[in-house]
Structure formats: C-alpha cells, structure tokens
C-alpha cells in the first residue's frame, strides 16, 4: 500500500500563485508516472500535469504556460507550482501515481483531494 499526502491548497485571487506539494510514502517501483488531477463542482475528475520516473511531463491543454510540476525524488515528493490561477482553476486537486509506463491512465493510489480556491 502506498499513502500519498498533498498539501499546498488554499484560496488565492485571479492572477496569483499557489504550489501544491504531494508526498508518497514509497515506491513500489522505479517506474512510474506521478501527478495530479481535479475535480470542479459538477464536473468530472480531470487530468491536470504528470511526470514520469524519467523527469519527462505532460499537461493539460488549460494549464500549459502557467502550471509546472517537479519532482523531489530524494523526498518522494511531487510538486505543481500554479501561477497567473484563473477562476476556473477552482476544483479539489488529487495526487496519483500509477507504476509502469502510461501517463496515468489508470492510477494505482490516490491522494485525499486537497481544495483550491480561486476568487475573481
């Protein structure tokens, strides 16, 4: 079993910045894509930004240019720094991780949600 603790969330206006942070207790395997995704109020649970094993990344169309994920490898750790937040940024964000080589396709464990808020 594998826990993955996010932190970072919080409320923010238009324009500024948040980083969130999500933790994983271990890995199982050298091999893996690790990431995040949210959920806005009556929507479906979207994929935000991954990062694989390897250092490579991968983003949603909606946050290209203004979100960045990194890693920590040493601490486990993987980290999305949000800037120039947008309204429709306002969504619970999940950590995930899925071991092998898809881009998060099916993640193996999640993160309990952390809320971001952005108010205009």
């Known amino acids: 079993q594998v826990a993955l603790v996010e932190s970072g969330g919080g409320m923010v206006q238009a324009g500024g910045s948040l980083r969130l942070s999500c933790t994983a207790s271990r890995y199982t395997s050298s091999i893996y894509a690790m990431g995040w995704f949210r959920q806005a109020p009556g929507k479906d649970r979207e994929f935000v930004a991954a990062?694989?094993?390897?250092?490579?990344?991968n983003y949603a169309d909606s946050v290209k240019g203004r979100f960045s994920i990194s890693r920590d490898n040493a601490k486990n750790t993987v980290y999305l720094q949000m800037n120039n937040l947008e309204v429709e940024d306002t969504a619970v964000y999940y950590c995930a991780i899925q071991y092998g080589y898809s881009w998060l396709v099916n993640p193996d464990y999640w993160g309990q949600g952390t809320q971001v808020t952005v108010s205009s």
């Open positions: 990062i694989r094993w390897t250092g490579s990344s």
